[in-house]
C-alpha cells in the first residue's frame, strides 16, 4: 500500500494505487454529417474525451439525451450502453454496425469532421474491477467549462498532438497522458459529485468521511471500532454511520471488512498461505477470516488461492480495447 499521512486523507490515491488500472487508448474518432451510433457494451470501464464540436448522447435509462461538447469527458463503467448522435432525434433509431478503423487508429461516422472525440477503455486485473465497477456511477459527465475541469483542456491538447505526431516516446506518453485524464476526470467528478449518485465513489468527495476511509486504508489490520473511527471524523457515532452508509452503501466496519478482503484476496494471489492472509489484514483465527473472505468475495480463500494458482497466463485483465472495433 502507498505509505501516507492519514492527516492528508487521500483515499482516492489508496484506491488507485490498488486498483493498478491502466489505460488504454482506443482510438479517434471523426464524424460529420448526420450519424447515430449505439456502442457495445463490453462490460469496460470506458472513457470519451470530445476535442472538437459537439453531439447528443444517452445511455439506457436516460429520461432524454444530453448534449456532450468539446472539452467534456464521459466515463462509463460498462452496465448501460452508451448512444452518441449529431442530433438528439437520431438517438432511438442508432445503428450497431462496426466502425473499422484506419491505419492511424481513426474511426469515421457519417461523412465530415465537425466532430472529434478520443476513446479509451480502463483496463483492470478481473478480481479487482468489481471493485471499481461497484463504486462508479453509470456515468460521469465531466464538463469542460468547470473550474475543476482545467486540467483536462492541456492533457486533451498534448494528446491530440501526440496522436498526429512521431515523436520518440510516442506510445509511452499517450499512455501516461490517457491514464492521468481518467484519474484528473475522476477528481473533477469528486468535487461535484451528488449525494444521489449510484456508486460509493462519490463518498471520497466527502471531506469527513474521506479521513475515515484513509484510517482504515492506513491501518487496515487495526481493530478500528466506530466510536474511534468517529473520533477522527469530528463525528458523533450515529451521525457517521448515517453518513457513511449514506455515501457508501455499507456502514464503515462493513466497509472496513469488504477492503480488508480485497488486500487479502490480493495476498492470495501474490502465493501467500492462508493464515499469512489473514495475518496480513488482522485476523488471527484463519476461520474467521475464511468466513469474512467466503461472504465478501463469495468463495473460500484455499479455492480462491488454489484458481489463482493454476491461473498460468497470469493477471486476468478486463476492459481491453478491441483491436479492430470502437
Request: hydrophobic letters at 40%.
Amino acid at each position: 500500500m502507498r505509505e501516507s499521512s492519514i492527516t492528508l486523507a487521500d483515499p482516492l490515491s489508496d484506491l488507485l494505487d490498488f486498483l493498478q488500472a491502466q489505460c488504454d487508448l482506443s482510438g479517434r474518432v471523426v464524424a460529420g454529417g448526420t450519424w447515430a451510433r449505439r456502442f457495445a457494451n463490453l462490460d469496460a470501464i470506458k472513457f470519451c474525451a470530445v476535442t472538437e464540436g459537439r453531439c447528443w448522447y444517452s445511455i439506457d435509462g436516460m429520461s432524454e439525451p444530453a448534449p456532450v461538447e468539446a472539452g467534456d469527458v464521459l466515463i462509463t463503467n460498462g452496465t448501460r450502453t452508451l448512444t452518441l448522435a449529431s442530433a438528439a432525434r437520431l438517438i432511438p433509431g442508432a445503428t450497431t454496425t462496426p466502425v473499422v478503423r484506419d491505419a492511424d487508429n481513426q474511426y469515421q461516422l457519417g461523412h465530415g469532421c465537425d466532430f472529434t472525440m478520443l476513446g479509451g477503455t480502463v483496463k483492470i486485473d478481473a478480481d479487482r474491477q468489481t471493485l471499481l465497477l461497484k463504486g462508479l456511477p453509470p456515468l460521469i459527465h465531466v464538463r469542460g467549462n468547470t473550474d475543476e475541469a482545467e486540467p483536462l483542456a492541456w492533457l486533451l491538447k498534448q494528446l491530440v498532438a501526440e496522436m498526429k505526431g512521431r515523436r520518440p516516446g510516442r506510445s509511452i506518453v499517450i499512455s501516461g497522458l490517457a491514464q492521468l485524464l481518467f484519474i484528473q476526470t475522476l477528481r473533477a467528478y469528486l468535487a461535484q459529485a451528488s449525494d444521489g449518485d449510484e456508486g460509493w465513489l462519490k463518498g471520497f468527495g466527502d471531506q469527513r468521511l474521506a479521513v475515515v476511509l484513509s484510517s482504515i486504508h492506513g491501518e487496515p489490520a487495526r481493530n478500528w471500532g466506530l466510536e474511534e473511527l468517529a473520533k477522527k471524523a469530528g463525528m458523533s457515532r450515529t451521525s457517521l454511520a448515517v453518513r457513511f452508509r449514506e455515501m457508501m452503501g455499507v456502514p464503515p466496519l462493513a466497509y472496513l471488512t469488504q477492503w480488508r478482503m480485497y488486500l487479502a484476496s490480493h495476498e492470495l494471489r501474490a502465493g501467500a498461505s492462508i493464515s499469512e492472509a489473514a495475518a496480513s489484514v488482522g485476523y488471527t483465527s484463519d476461520s474467521a477470516f475464511s468466513n469474512a473472505f467466503k461472504r465478501v468475495m463469495a468463495v473460500a480463500p484455499g479455492q480462491y488461492r488454489r484458481t489463482a494458482r493454476e491461473e498460468s497466463e497470469g493477471p486476468r485483465m478486463t476492459g481491453k480495447a478491441d483491436t479492430r472495433e470502437f
